[in-house]
Nanobody, 127 residues
Framework: QVQLVESGGGLVQAGDSLRLSCAAS????????MGWFRQAAGKEREFVAA????????YSSDSVKGRFTIFRDNGKNTFDLQMKGLKPEDTAVYYC????????????????????WGQGTQVTVSS
């Protein structure tokens, strides 16, 4: 079955960088957009960034634009989120997810548009 496994989270200080990785297996990924979401304690799951199936198009939330970059390697079935200039408000559990619809043109930011999810990786940013 489809499996997504995130890694790379940890405890860092404000201003530091982290690179999260999502390893995908058990299904087709090269024809699906992938997304990163996060959920802080007591808050709803929030869109962070998405990348098109071919990697040519990306979309980020305003809160991370200019600081976070999403990558994918379809040959390796990996999807990374490079995070720079981390802030305490970036503290959350970060999830990668695969789109429900293949070859979607307009990247989705609604969690309901994504079908498969990883278990999440914790990112904690201290001030």
């Amino acid at each position: 079955q489809v499996q997504l496994v995130e890694s790379g989270g940890g405890l860092v200080q404000a201003g530091d960088s982290l690179r999260l990785s999502c390893a995908a297996s058990g299904g087709t990924f090269s024809t699906y957009a992938m997304g990163w979401f996060r959920q802080a304690a007591g808050k709803e799951r929030e869109f962070v960034a998405a990348i098109s199936f071919g990697g040519g198009s990306t979309y980020s939330s305003d809160s991370v634009k200019g600081r976070f970059t999403i990558f994918r390697d379809n040959g390796k079935n990996t999807f990374d989120l490079q995070m720079k200039g981390l802030k305490p408000e970036d503290t959350a559990v970060y999830y990668c997810a695969r789109d429900r619809v293949p070859k979607r043109v307009v990247l989705g930011r609604n969690p309901a548009e994504y079908e498969y999810w990883g278990q999440g990786t914790q990112v904690t940013v201290s001030s």
